[in-house]
């Protein structure tokens, strides 16, 4: 059995990484910390948890972590990276869900981050947890830089295009939004109900900190130049994204359901839909599935795919999970076949 620890488990990321493992055949909830909820039930805050979860939430402590498997970080960026030089000197496996990990450019991710780097000897070590992509890394690494959930949705659905060389790398598009747990539980005005229902709206159009990581996945596979914009959006549901992927093709003479059905057809959590289909958000909520569709408008030269995730799960908590499966050597599925829920 498995034993985990949550670091920062009383946010969206961390009470669903909490319903998953307690639901997970192989592994065991041991801690779970929050500094504002220390001694506090967890059924206490999280009522949906009763019956699943029986632990108090606990003051972080890295010696108490230590005597964990793994250790997930459902954090702040800038919070792992105080912890984990320490837990890796103790033999621990640890899952990173914030972004202290995931640029290997330690300048640009001070850029973006607006903060200083406190251990940029660990980013090489750490290894991004994308399974399509770094599966074998991951089943050998200590350290997990968890996927962002925008990057994981437009990543998945450019991949099969640029690893066969089939667009123009140099002017791909990202327009994607995505519901409002995506910006978690901070306090903001636009995130209220009577300000985000019955609205819809772009946010950062000059340049998004996921920008960045999106790039280097997709750079790491692409033999030309690459470059992208990237647009999010804010729509009024609570869990999803939706990203709509444009490219150009090299050649029109190209069969876009096969070649993706090709490569993702062992993936587990990869859905290709028939030809011209329309993936929606309900179908995958609550879900480790990436479900995509393929289109070409017109029959002209431009490739439009769909990719449709859950941004909790496949965009955080459920690929963590996945991430924990493939470390330990056990079923990669284990405890991530359940059904979407609907409505």
């Not at 991949?159 to 066969?164: F, G, Q, R, V, Y």
């Not at 747990?181 to 900190?209: P, Q």
């Not at 960045?212 to 030309?224: A, M, N, R």
């Not at 993706?260 to 609550?286: C, I, L």
Request: aromatic letters at 6%; charged letters at 20%; a negative charge.
């Amino acid at each position: 059995m498995i034993t985990t620890g949550i670091v920062g488990a009383t946010g969206y990321t961390g009470v669903e990484l909490m319903r998953l493992i307690s639901m997970h055949p192989d592994a065991k909830l041991q801690i779970v910390t929050s500094r504002s909820e220390a001694g506090r039930p967890v059924t206490k805050l999280f009522p949906s948890l009763r019956g699943a979860i029986d632990i108090c939430f606990s003051q972080p402590d890295d010696e108490a972590l230590s005597e964990c498997d793994v250790i997930f970080f459902a954090t702040p960026n800038g919070t792992a990276m105080e912890h984990v030089p320490f837990l890796l000197k103790n033999g621990n496996k640890i899952i990173d869900l914030s972004a202290d990990f995931r640029l290997k450019n330690v300048d640009e991710w001070e850029k973006w981050y607006g903060q200083k780097h406190s251990c940029p000897e660990l980013i090489n070590e750490a290894v991004y947890g994308l399974p399509e992509v770094n599966r074998d890394k991951i089943s050998r690494a200590t350290l997990i830089a968890n996927p962002g959930c925008y990057p994981t949705a437009i990543q998945l659905g450019f991949l099969p295009l640029i690893e066969n060389n089939l667009v123009e790398t140099d002017s791909l598009i990202a327009d994607a939004k995505s519901g409002v747990s995506g910006a978690g539980k901070k306090l903001s005005s636009s995130l209220l109900f009577s300000e985000s229902s019955d609205s819809f709206s772009a946010y950062a159009a000059n340049g998004h900190r996921h920008l960045p990581e999106i790039k280097q996945g997709l750079q790491s596979i692409c033999k030309e130049k690459l470059d992208m914009i990237f647009v999010p959006h804010l729509v009024p549901m609570i869990r999803g994204i939706h990203a709509t992927l444009y490219a150009r093709l090299k050649n029109t003479d190209v069969d876009l359901y096969q070649i993706y059905h090709d490569r993702y057809k062992d993936e587990p959590f990869v859905d290709v839909m028939e030809p011209d289909a329309h993936p929606n958000t309900n179908s995958v909520r609550g879900t480790n599935t990436c479900r995509l569709a393929c289109h070409r408008p017109q029959n002209g030269n431009t490739a439009v795919i769909l990719a449709v995730e859950d941004n909790l799960v496949k965009g955080a908590a459920g690929q963590a999970i996945q991430n924990m499966n493939i470390m330990f050597n056990i079923e990669e599925t284990s405890g991530l076949l359940h059904p979407a829920c609907f409505p």
